[in-house]
């Protein structure tokens, strides 16, 4: 069959689909986050149970990832990335008629397990559509879509729950998921590449190579560094809401949404780190990432607003720094013939991380509040550093970083 390299490149409004794509795949994943005391408010719940609308949706995506990544083997890629576009859509909308928080909790839930769909399947459809002098590039799109997606997904839920009511704010979101897949269903090309499998093989060959990842110990620690990334992340944004809705800072759900314009740092922070990292090596630089962090989780504790944003976007930046330092640590330490599922495997912990991080440190809070909440995301973040200098001990020569196919939004 003649390669993806041989074909004419996809067009200009396939590129647009493929970043349309990464909006669209994060851009209800995390909108709950600003909206958490206001939640907390409407259904007389507790601060954990709220929590659940964050923990519920990245739960989905964490189970469903391997799911979606066996289904790329099998289905067109295209069919796949429209239905899961569509699939994130209707939750969305029915999330919007939850009287209760259980029913809100489960469409959520819903809604991450369709995520995958798309994360899963349109960086391998990169791979194969375009000319390999091109997919880094088209690549950055889709990255830079998924940072755009979740930052928007986060303001405007908190502006419109402000101004209207957070019914208004699912439906607006669900409505855009609609148009999005109108988009891409009309942009996006049939894919041109399928290689045939075995499903008797492919099933025996993950197998195996599941059981070589959890053999080695760089893989592993990679794993626990991918978990870490999304619970410091998501740990802080989601806990710190509750913090700054009280006195002495009071801000409102709409004020609370505006500080994930540090979000954009990634847009920024991303090419600069993997540049650097290549510079002074993976173990510097995680470790140089998890510093940077810690120090801005700090700063949070501060009673000066300016300080905590300060401290927000140098949390921010540390965690994109880490993300690429523990991407590309992946490339370095799999085999070529088992990446792809050393990748799944990284994408499962990622979300586990951020499945924890919505629900655990609020014992935290519990008994201790917001500084309670800082110390034990830190020692979390300690634990991650301590396993990735220990496990990142031998490396190959460093490889240049790709833009991440689960990139932090």
Same mark, same amino acid.
């Given at each position: 069959m003649e390669s993806a390299a041989q074909l004419d490149p996809p067009s200009t409004k396939a590129a647009a689909a493929v970043t349309l794509c990464g909006v669209c795949a994060f851009l209800e994943l995390y909108c709950t986050q600003p909206l958490l005391p206001l939640l907390a408010?409407?259904?007389?719940?507790?601060?954990t149970g709220v929590g659940m609308t964050v923990s519920a949706a990245t739960l989905g995506v964490a189970i469903a990832a391997p799911v979606f990544?066996?289904?790329t083997e099998r289905l067109p890629r295209k069919r796949v990335i429209v239905f899961s576009i569509l699939g994130v859509s209707l939750p969305t909308l029915l999330a919007a008629t939850s009287t209760s928080l259980a029913q809100l909790i489960f469409w959520r839930f819903l809604q991450g397990i369709m995520v995958p769909g798309i994360i899963a399947v349109v960086v391998? !459809?990169?791979?194969?559509?375009?000319?390999?002098?091109r997919v880094a590039l088209i690549m950055s799109f889709y990255v830079s879509g998924t940072a755009l997606g979740g930052f928007i997904g986060r303001i405007s839920a908190g502006i419109l729950a402000d101004h209207f009511s957070w019914r208004a704010s699912f439906l607006a979101l669900g409505i855009a998921s609609l148009v999005g897949t109108a988009a891409v269903a009309a942009w996006l090309p049939n894919s041109r590449r399928r290689t045939p499998h075995n499903p008797s093989a492919v099933r025996a060959a993950f197998v195996v190579q599941v059981q070589q990842m959890f053999r080695s110990r760089r893989l592993v620690a990679t794993?626990? *560094?991918? %978990?870490? *990334?999304?619970f410091s992340l998501v740990g802080v944004f989601t806990w710190i809401t509750f913090y700054l809705a009280v006195p002495p800072?009071?801000?409102?759900?709409?004020?609370?949404?505006?500080? %994930?314009? *540090?979000?954009?740092?990634?847009?920024? *922070?991303?090419?600069f780190a993997? !540049?650097?990292?290549?510079?002074?090596?993976?173990?510097a630089g995680i470790g140089g990432a998890i510093s940077c962090a810690i120090a801005g989780v700090l700063l949070t504790l501060a009673h000066s607003l300016p300080i905590v944003i300060l401290g927000l976007a140098a949390l921010s930046s540390g965690v994109f720094i880490a993300q690429t330092a523990s991407q590309s640590h992946l490339r370095v330490a799999s085999p070529p013939e088992a990446r792809v599922t050393a990748a799944g495997i990284y994408i499962t912990c990622y979300y586990l991380g951020g499945t924890a991080a919505g629900v655990v440190p609020g014992a935290f809070w519990a008994w201790g509040k917001w500084p309670a909440c800082v110390a034990f995301i830190v020692f979390m973040q300690l634990i991650a550093l301590t396993i990735a200098l220990l496990g990142w001990r031998t490396l190959s020569p460093v490889q240049s970083p790709a833009p991440s196919a689960s990139s932090v939004i």
């Open positions: 408010h409407i259904f007389h719940a507790s601060k990544g066996a289904l391998t !459809y990169i791979g194969e559509e375009w000319p390999p002098e794993f626990a *560094v991918g %978990f870490n *990334v999304l800072f009071s801000l409102s759900t709409t004020a609370l949404s505006s500080l %994930f314009f *540090v979000y954009l740092i990634g847009l920024i *922070v991303t090419p993997g !540049y650097l990292i290549t510079r002074i090596g993976l173990r």
